[in-house]
């Protein structure tokens, strides 16, 4: 479980770093971009980061706007990138709903890796490695593992993700390509970007608990907010691929 990269964008602001921010009738949308000049500041990887804020009555409400903004953003990152065979991974835990993003999402994705006549299709792969404490194996080297047998195009990467803010809690999409550590809390993990299979990563995240003196904590509704960020980015995946 990561941290969400609006944590620091008011440091972002105060250095005068440019940021996109377009505003709808209940959701707004922003890109934050990073390079080398700027990611010692932001403490983040350089990449693309953008991120879709809302309210809970939007979330409920103006879904569809939600996945219009999620696929363009989508689209992005699409635009230069071979999709015809991309692996979806969805991280976390599934036992535990506030971690359960990645295998929500993923478990309402249509797969059509194992079709072999309809050449049309893009060949949609999906892949829960869970967590090690369930499999024993870190979540790193089970990737590794499918990737080297399917060899992707594309790893579009679904997790749960932390905020020490409270107003982005349940309240926000991040999409970026500046890679991830699965399993963040297991030291021997590692980062998967971009150089570590030599393929593009898109992660895709909702902050969903609020990191509060070393311990993390959920809203009383996270089981609604799950159902539905999870329906808004496997339906976002499933217009863009079919």
Do not use: W
């Not at 939007?58 to 996945?67: F, T």
């Not at 363009?72 to 991974?89: G, Q, S």
């Not at 990737?147 to 993700?161: A, E, H, N, Q, R």
């Not at 699965?182 to 998967?192: C, F, L, M, T």
């Amino acid at each position: 479980m990561k941290k969400i990269v609006m944590d620091v964008s008011k440091e972002l602001k105060n250095h005068k770093f440019k940021i996109d921010e377009k505003k709808y009738s209940g959701y707004q949308v922003n890109h934050f971009c990073i390079d080398y000049t700027n990611e010692f500041v932001a403490k983040k990887k350089r990449g693309d980061y953008f991120s879709i804020l809302f309210n809970l009555v939007s979330l409920h409400k103006n879904k569809k706007g939600i996945k219009k903004e999620l696929i363009k953003i989508l689209k992005y990152f699409f635009k230069d990138l071979k999709t015809t065979n991309p692996l979806i991974i969805g991280l976390g835990n599934s036992s535990i709903l506030c971690d359960s993003l990645g295998v929500k999402s993923t478990n309402k994705i249509m797969v059509t890796n194992h079709f072999s006549d309809f050449l049309s299709l893009p060949k949609v792969a999906i892949f829960n490695p869970e967590v090690i404490e369930k499999t024993g194996i870190s979540s790193f080297n089970l990737i590794k593992m499918v990737v080297c047998s399917l060899k992707p195009s594309v790893i579009i990467i679904i997790d749960s993700l932390a905020t020490n803010n409270i107003d982005y809690l349940n309240n926000c999409i991040e999409i970026h390509n500046a890679g991830i550590v699965p399993g963040s809390a297991i030291r021997d993990n590692k980062k998967i970007d971009e150089n570590t299979f030599n393929i593009p990563i898109i992660s895709i995240g909702a902050p969903l608990v609020f990191e509060y003196q070393k311990e993390l904590l959920a809203s009383s509704y996270i089981g609604e907010v799950v159902d539905i960020i999870s329906s808004i980015i496997a339906d976002a995946l499933n217009d863009l691929f079919f």
